[in-house]
């Protein structure tokens, strides 16, 4: 990457890391041994995007949909997103963990990252989507109970992801082109650029594909 | 089409009509004379979802965000979709208009079909957005005047487009990969297939390759 020069980048990128298990499957493993492979990937992109000044990364980490899947793959991607995590909170990085923190599904080690914790410069928002729902995050705003959204008209502020900026540009890894309920609202606007590789074959070129995608395409915000 | 048997076929097909102004300038014509071509686009592609068997419908007609443009281009595309209505009207269709009526930027001509109004046999439903915004159709599920909604925990039965279902398949014409503020909550887990193509030179084929495209995709729902 370094060298070459963007015109125009994304100011929060999304990031659907998906193909772990077709990955896994196509090596001989079983299907949870795929998602460990995906830790370092997602550290390579965190410093490309810090390297070229991008200021919000939010990554899918798993959803309460993917809770339906059996349980050695559950606890797999649960590590794995607790070692993300951890791989990430001594480097210059301002995180935040979002997703049903009140279920025993969501890992009690992230419950700390339910508010955003700055490390080192806090150069780069990092946001890790965990035990998140579609449906968790839209149905927080018709909350009769939170009595700070009772006046609020506005559905951008009342989610539970409302920390979360307008997202520019989502880069999908493993082929698929759907966004799974990767926070809707935020998407509303994005450009979406798809990946044929799994994401534990991630190379640096798909990202670079990306961004040299995403400068040719113009912003409009929907006018 | 005629012939071609498809495995699988989406319930519901979401269509992003794109590229009418491009296509104008294209054919030295000012913007605004794009969107009466888009009309016999629409009348075949609705012709071959009821021959096929599909069963929902949507074109994205213009939104809130669209508003911004001059007057003579508010004006081509608010007639556009009147014609479009009218057009279907007298075929086996159930149809709706979905987007904020309470405005003068919402045709009165269509304020009739704010309520699902079927003619024929009623063979497919078919909804247009119209004056639709994203935000207009989820602050709907927030709006404290609504008593209906007060008990309401659920956001897909509380936005304004709860009539409209989930869709399984979205086609953008004119190359562009985003929704711009398409039903957010009914997209969730659509598959997106784009055309580069812009939308007044649909063919048939377009649809044909999503068609194909579509029924290798595996449906998971999030899974």
Redesign the interface.
Known sequence: MTGHKFRRLPNHIGVIPDGNRRWAVQHGLPKEAGYEKGLSPGVMLYEMCLELGIQELTFYGF?Q??N??PSAQREAFQKACVEAVKMLSNRDAALLVIGDYSSPLFPPELIPFAKRYTFGKGLIKVNFLVNYG??WD??H????LAPEK???????D?IASSDISRVDLIIRWGG??????FL??Q???????VIDEFWPDFKPEHFHWALSWYET?DV????
Chains 1, 2 share one sequence.
């Open positions: 959803t949909d993917n339906k899947r579609w449906k839209l149905n705003a018709l909350h009769p009772r006046s609020v008209k506005n559905i951008v009342s698929r082109r759907r966004l799974s309920g809707p609202v998407s509303i606007y994005a450009d979406f650029y395409q409009t915000l929907g006018g």
